[in-house]
C-alpha cells in the first residue's frame, strides 16, 4: 500500500519539477521563473533526500490539507530508500501565468521521473508544489 501511494506521489513530484517559461515574458534573474525554478530545485532536492520536513513545507495549502505530514514522511522515506539522494532538477523550465505555474525538467538519472507541466501555485508570495 505504501508503495503504491510512494509511486504515486513520486509521478506527482516528478511532474510538479517541470517548467516552461510563457512567451513573452523572459527569465531574468530574479525574476519570477529564476524563483520558480531555485523552489523547484530545492524541492526536488528534499524529495530525494528523504527530507519530508522541508519538502512538506513547499506543499500548496491545497495538497496539506490532503495529505497528513506523518504520511508525507513515510512517503519520502520509500522514495529516498527505492531512488536515493543525488537525482537534481534539470533544465527546468516554468511558465507562469499570474499566480499559477506549470514547470517542466528532468531528473538527473531518473528519466522516468521526468516532469512535464508540473503545478505549481505562488501562496502569500513564495512557490507552492501544487501537485497532490
Not at 44 to 58: K, L, M, Q
Amino acid at each position: 500500500m505504501i508503495t503504491r501511494a510512494a509511486n504515486a506521489a513520486l509521478a506527482v513530484a516528478a511532474l510538479s519539477l517541470t517548467a516552461c517559461s510563457s512567451p513573452g515574458h523572459p527569465a531574468g534573474e530574479g525574476s519570477d521563473a529564476d524563483k520558480l525554478t531555485k523552489t523547484v530545485q530545492a524541492y526536488n532536492d528534499a524529495y530525494f533526500a528523504g527530507d519530508a520536513e522541508t519538502a512538506y513545507a513547499v506543499l500548496s495549502k491545497r495538497c496539506h490539507e490532503e495529505m497528513a505530514p506523518d504520511l508525507y514522511a513515510a512517503i519520502m522515506q520509500h522514495v529516498h530508500e527505492e531512488y536515493g539522494s543525488g537525482h537534481p532538477a534539470q533544465n527546468v523550465k516554468p511558465r507562469i501565468g499570474g499566480d499559477l505555474a506549470q514547470v517542466t525538467y528532468t531528473v538527473q538519472g531518473l528519466p522516468q521521473l521526468d516532469q512535464h507541466s508540473q503545478p505549481w501555485a505562488r501562496e502569500d508570495g513564495a512557490w507552492k508544489y501544487d501537485a497532490c
